[in-house]
Structure formats: structure tokens, C-alpha cells
């Protein structure tokens, strides 16, 4: 059974950084695509970064290109958001998902992965 869990949430002020892991159990991270994703209170949740399962490549969100960095340990079967230079609007739950299969087209869309974590809390204070 494959799970996902978020740690490394926390209260950051404006500027500052966290980092974020997203341990894969069950199977291999090198199996899965990784994408990040946030939800701010009454709002839809939306795409941060992925990291395709082929390749590597990584793809980001135009809100936080130049300030998150994803990237992916296989030997510790996780995958972690380096987040700099935070802004109060980053304020969010952050969760991982994984999937096997999912397409290019697909990556940004939640409804496309199989697996979530239960989330972690980011807050930006200002």
C-alpha cells in the first residue's frame, strides 16, 4: 500500500525559507511522479512544482518559479519543496500527491493522482 506523508510545515515570516519533505512508502519514489500542491482557506487547491517520475524534469507554478526548488532523494524515498523568500500568499496547506501513470498534459490537475499525504501547514506572517 503506497502512502504519502508531509512534514516540515511550519510559521515562517516574509522572506524566510522552509522545506518540506514528502516520504513515499509502499514503493520506490523513483516509480511515481511528485507534484506539490497547495490550498489556501476558500480556495481551490492549486498546482506548486512536480518532478516526473522519467527524467527528472520539474516543472513550476508562475507564482513561485525563482523561489521553490523541487527535488527528489530515491535512497530516502522522498521528495522535498525547498521554499525561499516566502510571501504571505504562500499562507497554504501543502500537499504531496503521486501517481505512476499520469501524463504531461495532466500534471497540474489534482484529480489526476492516485495517492495524497494529509497535508502540512505553511503560514506566512507578515
Known amino acids: 500500500q503506497v502512502e504519502l506523508s508531509e512534514s516540515g510545515g511550519g510559521l515562517v515570516q516574509t522572506g524566510g525559507s522552509l522545506r518540506l519533505a514528502c516520504a513515499v512508502s509502499?514503493?520506490?519514489?523513483?516509480?511515481?511522479?511528485v507534484a506539490w500542491f497547495r490550498q489556501a482557506p476558500c480556495k481551490e487547491r492549486e498546482f506548486v512544482s512536480v518532478?516526473?517520475?522519467?527524467?527528472?524534469?520539474?516543472y513550476y507554478a508562475d507564482s513561485v518559479k525563482g523561489r521553490f526548488t523541487i527535488s527528489r532523494d530515491a535512497a530516502k524515498s522522498t521528495v522535498y519543496l525547498q521554499m525561499t523568500s516566502l510571501k504571505p500568499e504562500d499562507t497554504a496547506v501543502y500537499f504531496c500527491?503521486?501517481?505512476?501513470?499520469?501524463?504531461?498534459?495532466?500534471?497540474?490537475?489534482?484529480?489526476?493522482?492516485?495517492?495524497w499525504g494529509q497535508g502540512t501547514q505553511v503560514t506566512v506572517s507578515s
Open positions: 509502499g514503493r520506490s519514489v523513483s516509480g511515481f511522479t
Open positions: 500527491a503521486a501517481d505512476s501513470t499520469i501524463i504531461l498534459s495532466s500534471l497540474w490537475t489534482p484529480g489526476q493522482y492516485d495517492y
Open positions: 518532478i516526473r517520475r522519467a527524467g527528472g524534469a520539474t
